[in-house]
């Protein structure tokens, strides 16, 4: 893999060596019908991008928003502003109004791209109080542009700007100047305390990240990529890049809840999700075998039996299988996993890297168990996503997070904190000083705010530090770590634990409304309304059963013991969520006081 290319000229790069070969499949905004790009058109588009830009005035690490779900003309953006050494700062789709409006203020933004209607309107809303905000780019062609806004212009248009390449010899000039040195991206974290800071990241450590992965994630020219996770998140991001290095073809979804449509559709081999994707994908497998006759199910239980001996048991511990599990596991995954497979659109499936949350044991034995390469990371925006990831064909430990990148140096503090140093590493956080300095340790060692242990080479998480509880007993819980347990079950949707100085553990639990209501309705339990079910005592005393199966192995003192079911779903716009879906333990603490009251009441 070719990984030297600064990124202002990767695309063009890479269309003198594929030229036609396809480059990008996609739907337009609203479309139903896959089209694809070639490297060669899209670089084309790309200049264009290049030169519009600096029509409009655009000057070298100026900044740049892009306020859009994935889409072609986002991915566009990025390298045509990277071509005249601009900076891009990816806003999530799902932002608020108060969010963009910080952002374009903090980072002094005079153009906006934006994607559709629902992005369009909050950026109109948000103009008179952002003074640098001189004009706003509309990709989706459908959109209303109000006739009281004379600022905002259609992509279409504003590739016109840079037809025919009129400033193309100082694109060829700012090409040539570009610095590794130069900021990239300037990604805002929310965060689930709700402080908002943006990470710089330089081209320099892109190039480091595609070096050290290239050695460790083996995708490759053959490879159809499904973009899910929107660009805005590191992981995705940085994942994508990784593909266009290696001349892979990239799927992009523009909308995360028609994933599986569009998996079963164009048939990926790779995908990086985070743990919440592949959780729906065994309950929703899960479900249908409790459904299915009892023959299939007795062999299903049977062929996941095998699937788990020979794919955790011995190759994940890199052990060669006996001969006789071999043949039958091999049998299995002909006949019973690629079935499987097939039904989620992964008939060719080669790898899939998970990250962003704590992996469920049960969820990651059962993945590899069909025959599906689950390869687990942990990262962070300010390490440009990749720290350590499983590596294909060597051993692995399920609940690690594998064996860190080419280049990354780990200490672990004396309070178990993860401390990180190397080339992939933020150099701050843009206009805070303060964060900044307090990011950092004495001697230039990241604080990642993870704690965790490396063993035999490989990394374990153990908590975020500052998510740890103790309770009134003086015990301390992990609550992420609780929380993947029971979220395995297919009643539960969203699950956040309350313990910090409480006597004992309980929990806010959003439940799969549509299943509760089926259960309701097969077992004569009538109700009028969400509240009602989630009240109905029937109802508490199965869900408490089937928590108390998933927990059996937690100590006493870890365990949930009362819990309440939400009527409705968390909300971002009452910032419960932030636009990862992280949930923002403080506020939840706050909007549901009473309830949380309530099960603390003797």
């Not at 699937?307 to 995954?333: C, D, F, Q, T």
């Amino acid at each position: 893999m070719q990984t030297n290319y600064h990124m202002s000229v990767l695309v063009h790069e890479q269309a003198k060596k594929y030229g036609d070969r396809e480059m990008l499949i996609y739907q337009d905004f609203g479309g139903t019908e896959w089209k694809s790009l070639s490297w060669k058109q899209v670089s084309a588009i790309v200049m264009q991008v290049s030169n519009a830009l600096l029509n409009l005035g655009v000057k070298p690490q100026e900044n740049v928003g892009v306020f859009s779900q994935n889409s072609v003309q986002y991915l566009e953006c990025d390298f045509g502003a990277w071509g005249i050494r601009a900076v891009t700062i990816p806003f999530y789709a799902t932002s608020s109004e108060q969010q963009i409006q910080f952002m374009v203020n903090d980072a002094k933004v005079r153009f906006l791209f934006v994607g559709e209607q629902e992005q369009y309107d909050k950026s109109r809303r948000i103009v008179s109080l952002c003074p640098t905000l001189e004009r706003i780019i509309v990709f989706d062609p459908a959109v209303h542009i109000s006739s009281h806004d004379p600022n905002a212009i259609y992509f279409s248009d504003f590739l016109k700007l840079g037809e025919n390449l009129p400033r193309q010899t100082e694109v060829d000039k700012l090409m040539k100047e570009a610095s590794f040195d130069d900021i990239a991206n300037i990604l805002y974290t929310s965060g689930t305390t709700g402080d908002s800071k943006g990470v710089i990241l330089t081209h320099g450590q892109f190039n480091a990240a595609m070096v050290a992965n290239a050695k460790c994630v083996p995708v490759n020219e053959n490879d159809r990529i499904m973009n899910f996770l929107p660009y805005t998140h590191i992981f995705e991001r940085g994942w994508a890049i990784l593909c266009l290095y290696a001349g892979a073809r990239m799927i992009v979804n523009t909308h995360p809840l028609d994933v599986q449509q569009s998996m079963r559709m164009t048939h990926p081999t790779c995908m990086s999700a985070v743990p919440r994707f592949w959780e729906k994908v065994y309950m929703g497998v899960m479900d249908k075998i409790e459904h299915a006759s009892a023959v299939q199910r007795k062999l299903f239980r049977h062929a996941l039996a095998v699937g788990r001996k020979h794919n955790i048991e011995y190759l994940s511990r890199g052990k060669k299988p006996p001969l006789a599990l071999h043949v039958e596991y091999e049998m299995l995954n002909r006949t019973v996993f690629s079935l499987v497979r097939k039904e989620l659109g992964l008939e060719n499936a080669h790898f899939f890297p998970t990250a962003g949350a704590a992996v469920s044991a049960h969820v990651e034995e059962f993945v590899h168990s069909i025959g599906i390469n689950m390869v687990v990371g942990y990262g962070l925006t300010e390490s440009l996503a990749t720290v350590s990831c499983n590596h294909l064909g060597k051993p692995w430990t399920v609940g690690g997070v594998g064996i860190p990148i080419e280049g990354i140096d780990i200490k672990v503090s004396e309070e178990g904190e993860i401390l990180l140093k190397g080339p992939t590493i933020t150099r701050g956080y843009y206009n805070r000083d303060d964060l900044t300095k307090q990011a950092f340790t004495d001697d230039g060692y990241f604080r990642t705010g993870d704690a965790g242990y490396l063993k035999n080479g490989e990394l374990f998480l153990t908590e975020r530090i500052k998510d740890l509880f103790k309770t009134s007993n003086g015990k301390y819980i992990a609550p992420q770590m609780i929380e993947s347990k029971l979220l395995v079950d297919k009643y539960i949707d969203q699950i956040c634990l309350i313990a910090d100085q409480r006597k004992f553990v309980s929990a806010l639990i959003v439940p799969v409304y549509a299943l509760l209501e089926e259960y309701a309705r097969a077992h004569g339990i009538s109700f009028e309304n969400r509240e009602q079910l989630c009240a109905d005592p029937r109802i508490i005393e199965m869900m408490k059963e089937r928590i108390d199966t998933l927990q059996q192995q937690l100590a006493h003192y870890e365990q949930v013991k009362r819990f309440t079911l939400l009527p409705h779903h968390l909300s971002m716009e009452k910032g419960e969520l932030t636009n990862t879906l992280k949930i923002r333990r403080r506020v939840l603490n706050e909007n549901y006081k009473e309830q949380i009251d309530a099960m603390y009441a003797e």
